[in-house]
């Protein structure tokens, strides 16, 4: 059994596969500890500090994690449904991860790396992704109004029906991504690679592009 009260005193640091469902770490200091493969199932970690912690495969489905500091490795983890409003993942390890349902309102994602990761349907509008390596993400049918993708490496990244209007993508790497009848109303894309990107029924209004 795991005591909650040992993990908040740094007692309990080392904790691969740990059951801690439901329970409330919320300003907990976190800092470098093992938690990969930790059921976190609707846990209660907002305002925590869970920077160079270990989370591959960890399972935040639903955990509230408004102003936490993600600033960790997050491999693979499983974060459908959990509210990540405010929190800090600049530079996180998230290949691979899911963030279906997630809310991620005021994130800032700069530099992170979202190689592979589930962003399908995710409300990112305004959100900083800049430099953040979004190599194969799923996108599609994701609100990008407003948000700063300049210099992010998109290639081979689903953007279909994504909403991209006002985004700048200046500079970003977009070879090879599918961007079937996104919206890019107004888009910023000078200096972007668009080495064979699919803009079939693409909005371009506004933009370089514009015929």
Do not use: Y
């Not at 953007?159 to 961007?179: I, P, T, V, W």
């Amino acid at each position: 059994m795991v005591d909650v009260e040992a993990i908040r005193a740094g007692v309990q640091r080392q904790l691969p596969g740990a059951d801690l469902e439901d329970e409330d770490l919320a300003r907990a200091n976190l800092s470098g500890f093992v938690l990969s493969g930790a059921n976190l199932v609707g846990a209660d970690l907002r305002a925590s500090n869970l920077a160079q912690a270990k989370l591959e495969g960890a399972n935040f489905l639903g955990a509230c994690l408004v102003g936490a500091d993600l600033r960790a490795n997050l491999w693979g983890a499983n974060l459908m449904q959990a509210n990540l409003t405010g929190a800090d993942l600049r530079g996180a390890n998230l290949r691979g991860a899911n963030f279906m349902g997630a809310v991620l309102s005021g994130v800032s994602l700069v530099g992170a790396f979202l190689n592979g990761a589930n962003l399908m349907g995710v409300n990112l509008q305004g959100v900083d992704l800049r430099g953040a390596d979004l190599r194969g993400a799923n996108l599609s049918g994701t609100n990008l109004k407003g948000a700063n993708l300049s210099h992010a490496d998109l290639r081979g990244a689903v953007l279909n029906e994504a909403s991209l209007e006002e985004a700048d993508l200046r500079a970003a790497n977009l070879a090879g991504a599918s961007l079937s009848h996104a919206n890019l109303l107004c888009a910023e894309i000078e200096g972007a690679n668009l080495a064979g990107v699919n803009l079939v029924g693409a909005c371009l209004l506004g933009t370089s592009l514009a015929a």
